[in-house]
């Protein structure tokens, strides 16, 4: 099992593919045993692929210390540093997003080409949904709370309509098959406390390595408003909208294909 045995942290990884070196920042509660994931995707065709369980997740370490953004980002440069990358492409989404703002304004040497999917600067610029309010909401109450937030067409008059299918996405969203793994519930909390701070968009004009800002254009936890807000923040961003919600990559066809574009580019 490849574990990065890094100074503050041992982080769980996978590679995957050949090509420029490609850094992947997953969500919120990512863990790589949950398949399909991003491996299975495109990126590896054109990229040596990193992804990796972050802090408190999935099979990398879980202190129960406080976390902070600066921790996450600082783990994403250590674990480059431990293969040997100076620098790579990076795609962050949602919480993966706010990490790898983090991640290149702390060591902007590190960062090549950046992607910002579906996530949020936080700060002035706005904040992503607050999962931090709703940790009390657990299994098919927490699904059916976050469907319409994770896309805002999904509201009652739709659920009404789509019965089926809704009752698919709650049966979906529930399902957690590490649930009560030790350190879990736990580390999860961690990491939505550190989202909690995420504060990036004083210093985002900072940033200097071509960006594309990738989002949903019905997407309730990163709000089209703070996407229009980032791109006029970052010099040079391109900002893309595309057809659905925070997980318009699954959603729209023509995401993963401009995202490739960007970072060949």
Request: proline share 7%; with cysteine.
């Amino acid at each position: 099992m490849p574990i990065a045995k890094l100074p503050n942290i041992e982080l769980y990884y996978e590679r995957a593919g050949e090509g420029p070196p490609l850094l992947f920042i997953s969500g919120t509660g990512g863990d790589l045993r949950v398949k399909p994931n991003v491996l299975d995707g495109p990126f590896p065709k054109s990229f040596d692929l990193l992804a990796y369980d972050q802090r408190g997740l999935g099979r990398s370490a879980k202190p129960d210390v406080d976390y902070s953004m600066a921790d996450y980002a600082d783990d994403a440069a250590a674990l480059m540093d431990s293969l040997g990358w100076a620098s790579a492409k990076v795609v962050g989404v949602s919480f993966g997003g706010m990490v790898a703002q983090e991640l290149v304004l702390r060591h902007p040497d590190k960062v090549e080409r950046l992607v910002l999917a579906c996530t949020s600067p936080g700060g002035a610029g706005g904040a992503s949904f607050p999962f931090h309010e709703i940790q009390h909401l657990k299994g098919e109450e927490r699904a059916r709370y976050l469907i319409p937030v994770s896309d805002t067409r999904r509201d009652v008059a739709w659920q009404a309509a789509n019965a089926e299918q809704f009752a698919q996405f709650v049966a979906m969203g529930a399902a957690d098959p590490y649930a009560g793994e030790p350190g879990r519930e736990m580390g999860a909390r961690r990491q939505l406390e550190a989202r909690a701070g995420h504060a990036a968009w004083d210093r985002l004009d900072q940033i200097r390595c071509p960006v594309l800002i990738a989002a949903g254009r019905y997407d309730g936890v990163a709000l089209p408003e703070t996407q229009d807000r980032m791109a006029g923040r970052i010099p040079g961003a391109d900002l893309r909208f595309f057809e659905g919600g925070h997980l318009f990559m699954l959603q729209d066809r023509t995401a993963l294909p401009a995202m490739l574009e960007f970072l060949n580019g």
